[in-house]
Each structure stands twice: as structure tokens, then as C-alpha cells.
């Protein structure tokens, strides 16, 4: 899959880039909510859509449910999923625009929720 990180530290973003690179992934990296919403434009006017956004949940330009929401009004969306340090904004019902949130404690269970996604955009091989 096609995914973006944005977050406004550079080693949480790399260690994020590296890990999902490691699972065979194609990761781009934006260093904060403005720069991450600038490369969701460009892919989506170029034809390269991202399939998945990773985004920290507090940035201090745009916060990740900012991000979120501009992100689902994009003509194809692709999925959100929100890291937070906070185990209370992670328990949290994430709203409509945000399909998980995870502690960056949990981000072993990335893996699973991104295989779910892929599963949800395969083609339909019955066509």
C-alpha cells in the first residue's frame, strides 16, 4: 500500500517510514499537518492516492483530526488512522473522518489494522 506519515517529529516519522517500508509498504513523510494535507493534494492531482494516512494526533500547526477531516473530503479518500500519546484520546470513539486511533504504545497492532484496510480496498476478484 500507498501511505503517508505526518508527524512533527522526525524520529517518530522515520522509525514509522521504516517499519512500514520493512511490511513492503511504498511511505512518504510530511513533518507536520500543513506539509502532510500540501502532499495528499499533489498525490491526488497526480494520480498517485495514497491508500492510508498515519498521522500524530497533536501538531502544533494542524492537530490530527484536523488533518483528518480535510484529508476525507478529498475526491478518494483514503483511510486515517491517528497515533496519540494519550491513552485517553486513544479510547476515545474516534469520529467519522477517523477509521483507528492507537497509543504510539500500540503501534504493533498497525500491522493488523493496515492489513484490514488492504483487505477492505482489494478488487472485488469475483468480476
Not at 502544533?60 to 478529498?74: E, N, Q, R, S, T
Amino acid at each position: 500500500m500507498r501511505i503517508l506519515v505526518i508527524d512533527d517529529h522526525p524520529l517518530v516519522a522515520d522509525a514509522l517510514r521504516r517499519m512500514l517500508e520493512h511490511d513492503g509498504h511504498r511511505v512518504s513523510i510530511a513533518l507536520g499537518g500543513r506539509e502532510g494535507l500540501d502532499i495528499v493534494r499533489t498525490a491526488c492531482s497526480s494520480e498517485e492516492e495514497f491508500d492510508v494516512v498515519v498521522a500524530d494526533y497533536n501538531m502544533p500547526d494542524l492537530d490530527g483530526l484536523m488533518v483528518a477531516a480535510a484529508v476525507k473530503k478529498i475526491v478518494s479518500p483514503p483511510a486515517v488512522v491517528l497515533i496519540t500519546a494519550s491513552a485517553v484520546d486513544a479510547s476515545e470513539t474516534p469520529p467519522a473522518h477517523v477509521d483507528a486511533m492507537l497509543t504510539k504504545q500500540e503501534l504493533y497492532r498497525l500491522r493488523t489494522i493496515l492489513a484490514r484496510i488492504a483487505t477492505l480496498k482489494a478488487p472485488d476478484s469475483a468480476h
